[in-house]
C-alpha cells in the first residue's frame, strides 16, 4: 500500500538556523499538506499546495516558512529561522484531489520531530 | 469558529467489551468529519469519514462512527475492543463551506484509548 514518508525522522538544530524536513507524498497525489504538532497541543494546520502553488496558509505559516515541490516527488517545509517555539512534531500530507472530491481523505507521514535548541 | 472537542483525554476498557470514543465539533455548515489513530512513533492513520448519507459509517479494523447532526457528534465505536486498539484516536472536521483548493482540517486535542487484557 502506497505511504507518504517523511525524513529526518528527527532534527535537532539551533535557534536561528535552517531546517528543510522532506516528504514524499504518494504518487499519484495531487494535494500536500503541512501540519504540526506542539507537544501536548492540537495538530495544527500550515499549509496547502496544488498546482504547484499554495491553496491556503495559516496564520502560524509565515514569512518564516516555505514550501516547494522541487521535482516530481519530493515536497519539501523551509523554516529559514528557527525558534524555540517552532519544535513540534512536523506532519506531511497528501490527497487525490480529484475534481469534486471535497471530502478526500488526507494520508499522512510518520512526521518528523523537530527540537530547536 | 469551527473547532472540534474530545472531552475525554482518556478512555479505559476492558478487552472485549464495547468502547467509545467521543467527539463533537462547531462549524458552520454540514461538516465533513474524520477519524485518525496514532500508534506510538507512527503517523496518523486514516479509519473512517463522514461525508453524507447513512449516518452510520464503518472504517478499519472494525471501528464505526456515527454522525448525529442534532448533538453534532461523531463517537467512534467498535463492539469488541482488543488489547491492539491502544492508541491515540483524533477526530478532525473539515468545514465544507471552505470550499475550492481550501482542505485543512480542524482537530481535536485527541482520546487515549487504553484497551486491558
Known amino acids: 500500500e502506497p505511504e507518504v514518508t517523511q525524513t529526518p525522522s528527527h532534527q535537532v538544530t539551533q535557534m536561528g538556523q535552517e531546517v528543510i524536513l522532506r516528504c514524499v507524498p504518494i504518487s499519484n497525489h495531487l494535494y500536500f499538506y503541512w501540519y504540526r504538532q506542539i507537544l501536548g497541543q492540537k495538530v495544527e494546520f500550515l499549509v496547502s499546495f496544488y498546482n504547484n502553488e499554495i491553496s491556503e496558509k495559516s496564520e502560524i505559516f509565515d514569512d518564516q516558512f516555505s514550501v516547494e515541490r522541487p521535482d516530481g516527488s519530493n515536497f519539501t517545509l523551509k523554516i529559514r529561522s528557527t525558534k524555540l517555539e517552532d519544535s513540534a512534531m512536523y506532519f506531511c500530507a497528501s490527497s487525490e484531489g480529484a475534481s469534486g472530491a471535497l471530502a478526500d481523505t488526507q494520508y499522512f507521514g510518520p512526521g518528523t520531530r523537530l527540537t530547536v535548541l | 469558529a469551527q473547532s472540534v472537542a474530545q472531552p475525554e483525554d482518556q478512555v479505559n476498557v476492558a478487552e472485549g467489551n464495547p468502547l467509545t470514543v467521543k467527539c463533537t465539533y462547531s462549524v458552520s455548515g454540514n461538516p465533513y468529519l474524520f477519524w485518525y489513530v496514532q500508534y506510538p512513533n507512527r503517523g496518523l492513520q486514516f479509519l473512517l469519514k463522514?461525508?453524507?448519507?447513512d449516518n452510520l459509517v464503518k472504517g478499519s479494523y472494525g471501528f464505526e462512527a456515527e454522525f448525529n447532526k442534532s448533538q453534532t457528534s461523531f463517537h467512534l465505536k467498535k463492539p469488541s475492543a482488543l488489547v491492539s486498539d491502544s492508541a491515540l484516536y483524533f477526530c478532525?472536521?473539515?468545514?465544507?463551506?471552505?470550499?475550492?483548493?481550501?482542505?485543512?482540517?480542524?482537530w481535536g486535542l485527541g482520546t487515549s484509548l487504553a484497551v486491558n487484557p
Open positions: 463522514y461525508i453524507t448519507g
Open positions: 478532525a472536521v473539515r468545514d465544507p463551506l471552505n470550499a475550492g483548493n481550501n482542505r485543512k482540517l480542524i
